[in-house]
Nanobody, 118 residues
């Protein structure tokens, strides 16, 4: 059974930091590019950061460049999102997504809520 379980969300003050984790199971982790998306209330879900399916390089939304860092631990089957200098506009539900490098289905986690507020 495929599972993507996000954790690490919570409430933080502007300027603070959080590290999100996404633990994967039920599929061949190394055959998938892992990505983080977010969805704020009333807005569409959009890509925050991710690994490409071509060469495994990283890509970031312009709004988070220089503040967020995506990383992965293949042995732990986990992808991380380090978020620094958080702003109120970063408030959203953050989702983990697994995208197949060759063929197969996309998988989504259920999300974790990040609230940036003073």
């Amino acid at each position: 059974q495929v599972q993507l379980v996000e954790s690490g969300g919570g409430e933080v003050q502007p300027g603070g930091s959080l590290r999100l984790s996404c633990a994967a199971s039920g599929f061949t982790f190394t055959n998938y590019a892992m990505r983080w998306y977010r969805q704020a209330p009333g807005k569409e879900r959009g890509l925050v950061a991710g690994f490409t399916t071509t060469d495994g390089s990283t890509t970031y939304a312009d709004s988070v460049k220089g503040r967020f860092t995506i990383s992965r631990d293949t042995a732990k089957r986990t992808v991380y999102l380090q978020m620094n200098s958080l702003k109120p506009e970063d408030t959203a539900v953050y989702y983990c997504k697994a995208v197949p490098q060759y063929y197969g289905m996309n998988y989504w986690g259920k999300g974790t809520l990040v609230t940036v507020s003073s």
